[in-house]
């Protein structure tokens, strides 16, 4: 069963900075690719950051400039950096690999903004 982990979430001041992982098992994960969505309470799930199979990144507006998505192939793992961060980034972070006709979640991980 495929399993994507994610780690590094938690509290932290405005301003300060987050390194996010989410490790992966029983997938060829090379050739997924990877991002990043969240979801704060009362809103739609969105997407925050993606990198392809081949390394493309993509980013929303909102984080452009301040969030940098990254993969380590031979880890099978996709990090998110997250620095300046502001309280409207507090969200559930939820790591996602895809693939044709293949879509897989993790269980989430809490990033509060706050002082």
């Known amino acids: 069963q495929v399993q994507l982990v994610e780690s590094g979430g938690g509290l932290v001041q405005p301003g300060g900075s987050l390194r996010l992982s989410c490790a992966a098992s029983r997938i060829i994960f090379s050739i997924y690719a990877m991002a990043w969505y969240r979801q704060a309470p009362g809103k739609q799930r969105e997407l925050v950051a993606a990198i392809s199979s081949g390394g493309r990144t993509n980013y929303a507006d909102f984080v452009k400039g301040r969030f940098t998505i990254s993969r380590d192939n031979d880890k099978n793992t996709v990090y998110l950096q997250m620095n300046s961060l502001k309280p409207e980034d507090t969200s559930v972070y939820y790591c996602?690999?895809?693939?044709?006709?293949?879509?897989?979640w993790g269980q989430g991980t809490q990033v509060t903004v706050s002082s």
């Open positions: 996602n690999a895809y693939s044709t006709g293949l879509d897989y």
